[in-house]
């Protein structure tokens, strides 16, 4: 059975940063591809960060790249997105999932996600 479980978000000022985190079970990190996404009321998803360990390509979404950055511990089945130089645009509940591919993530639909975490960037 597949859990996906993410923390780390919280209020932060315009600047600032957080790292979110995203503990896995159930499937490997080779057998997926895994990252974000994010939601906001009245508009499309949006996906963040992922990468596909199995053909080793990543995505980053235009609107973050120089400021989130996705990583992995295996040892510890998590996922993470550091994320600096936080605007009030990204303000969010950010979710975990994993995928067949990136573009599962990114524009289709993941086959698994989390519960998501709120991020809220005051100005």
């Known amino acids: 059975e597949v859990h996906i479980v993410e923390s780390g978000g919280g209020l932060v000022q315009t600047g600032g940063s957080l790292r979110l985190s995203c503990t896995v079970s159930g499937f490997s990190f080779d057998d997926y591809a895994i990252g974000w996404f994010r939601r906001v009321p009245g508009k499309e998803r949006e996906g963040v960060s992922c990468?596909?360990?199995?053909?080793?390509?990543?995505y980053h979404a235009d609107s973050v790249k120089g400021r989130f950055a996705i990583s992995s511990d295996n040892a510890k089945n998590t996922v993470y997105l550091q994320m600096n130089s936080l605007k009030s645009e990204d303000t969010a509940i950010y979710y975990c999932a994993a995928g067949q591919t990136l573009h599962s993530l990114v524009v289709a639909t993941p086959d698994y996600w989390g519960q998501g975490t709120q991020v809220t960037v005051s100005s």
């Open positions: 990468f596909n360990r199995g053909d080793g390509s990543t």
